[in-house]
């Protein structure tokens, strides 16, 4: 089935939602979710609308006249159209759980997404690239090669009509100006339950201070290290007798699982950023 996906917010006020299920209802749309949440604490309003697309109006037409209405009640909105299936890139380094596990859920139909391109700054994952038919393009990273380096990764990204950017475990700070141009567009999994344990090493350093829950992070990435708006964590609980090798291997299936539902999230049109938070709509609407 077509549908027509949007995610709206705004200033909370009155008659939002029969203003909004309204104008579809009007033109003939039969609307399959709706999911609202209302941020009583700053007064804001979100929406999740999924409507079927029967045609009723062309996709142009049918954005002049919702922008219109948005206009009017002074919405912040997008739209997406289910027909047509998002384009991720995997970025990557040596690591190979996370991007395997995503490129296993592509195969198995399981994340509604092509995943056309891999890019590692390391040749070790080109076998893994090739069991799945995928292009791999390795990309040699130095300090002093940095801002080349990315203008390749941009240009891989043009070519390859790219929706969306996973670091699945890939090493590397992105510069402010690459994570600027792909505002909202660029995921990462941090190997630590942040705000906890930032940086290098997380689970070195959850080792050291002997605690009892380790987990995982999945992000949009900014400017500023693993300070961007999260989508998706989970825990596991350890014990004192786990080595720093025991919390990593526990980490691996953790960091699989969260980076799957926030790329799952994202693709489904079920996400949308408010400052430094994300609201996150429920799975299966």
């Given at each position: 089935?077509?549908?027509?996906?949007?995610?709206?917010?705004?200033?909370d006020?009155?008659?939002l939602?029969?203003?909004?299920?309204g104008?579809?209802?009007?033109?003939?749309?039969?609307?399959?979710h709706?999911?609202?949440?209302?941020?009583?604490?700053?007064?804001?309003?979100?929406?999740?609308?999924?409507?079927?697309?029967?045609?009723?109006?062309?996709?142009?037409?049918?954005?002049?006249?919702?922008?219109?209405?948005?206009?009017?009640?002074?919405?912040?909105?997008?739209?997406?159209?289910?027909?047509?299936?998002?384009?991720?890139?995997?970025?990557?380094?040596?690591?190979?759980?996370?991007?395997?596990?995503?490129?296993?859920?592509?195969?198995?139909?399981?994340?509604?997404?092509?995943?056309?391109?891999?890019?590692?700054?390391?040749?070790?994952?080109?076998?893994?690239?090739r069991?799945?038919?995928?292009?791999?393009?390795?990309?040699?990273?130095?300090?002093?090669?940095?801002?080349?380096?990315?203008?390749?990764?941009?240009?891989?990204?043009?070519?390859?009509?790219?929706?969306?950017?996973?670091?699945?475990?890939?090493?590397?700070?992105?510069?402010?100006?690459?994570?600027?141009?792909?505002?909202?567009?660029?995921?990462?999994?941090?190997?630590?339950?942040?705000?906890?344990?930032?940086?290098?090493?997380?689970?070195?350093?959850?080792?050291?201070?002997?605690?009892?829950?380790?987990?995982?992070?999945?992000?949009?990435?900014?400017?500023?290290?693993?300070?961007?708006?999260?989508?998706?964590?989970?825990?596991?609980?350890?014990?004192?007798?786990?080595?720093?090798?025991?919390?990593?291997?526990?980490?691996?299936?953790?960091?699989?699982?969260?980076?799957?539902?926030?790329?799952?999230?994202?693709?489904?049109?079920?996400i949308?950023?408010?400052?430094r938070?994300?609201?996150?709509?429920?799975?299966?609407?």
């Amino acid at each position: 089935m077509k549908a027509i996906v949007l995610l709206i917010q705004c200033a909370d006020q009155k008659g939002l939602l029969a203003g909004i299920t309204g104008f579809f209802a009007e033109r003939g749309y039969n609307i399959l979710h709706c999911q609202q949440y209302t941020d009583t604490e700053h007064g804001r309003y979100f929406m999740r609308l999924k409507v079927e697309d029967e045609a009723q109006l062309p996709h142009e037409i049918l954005h002049q006249q919702f922008n219109l209405l948005a206009q009017t009640m002074k919405l912040t909105w997008s739209v997406h159209f289910t027909d047509v299936p998002y384009r991720v890139a995997l970025l990557v380094t040596r690591a190979s759980h996370c991007p395997y596990d995503l490129l296993l859920r592509e195969l198995e139909g399981e994340l509604k997404c092509e995943i056309p391109v891999i890019i590692g700054n390391h040749p070790e994952l080109e076998n893994m690239a090739r069991q799945f038919n995928k292009p791999f393009y390795h990309l040699p990273i130095t300090k002093e090669t940095k801002q080349q380096q990315e203008a390749q990764i941009r240009s891989l990204l043009s070519e390859y009509q790219i929706d969306l950017v996973v670091m699945a475990r890939y090493m590397q700070i992105l510069s402010e100006q690459f994570v600027k141009e792909f505002t909202g567009k660029v995921i990462n999994i941090h190997h630590g339950f942040l705000p906890a344990f930032q940086g290098a090493k997380p689970y070195h350093q959850a080792y050291e201070r002997g605690v009892k829950l380790i987990g995982a992070t999945a992000h949009y990435a900014t400017a500023e290290l693993d300070e961007g708006p999260i989508i998706e964590q989970d825990v596991e609980r350890v014990r004192h007798d786990n080595s720093p090798a025991d919390l990593v291997m526990i980490g691996k299936d953790i960091e699989r699982l969260v980076l799957a539902r926030a790329v799952k999230a994202h693709i489904e049109h079920r996400i949308i950023v408010s400052g430094r938070r994300t609201i996150v709509f429920a799975e299966g609407a």
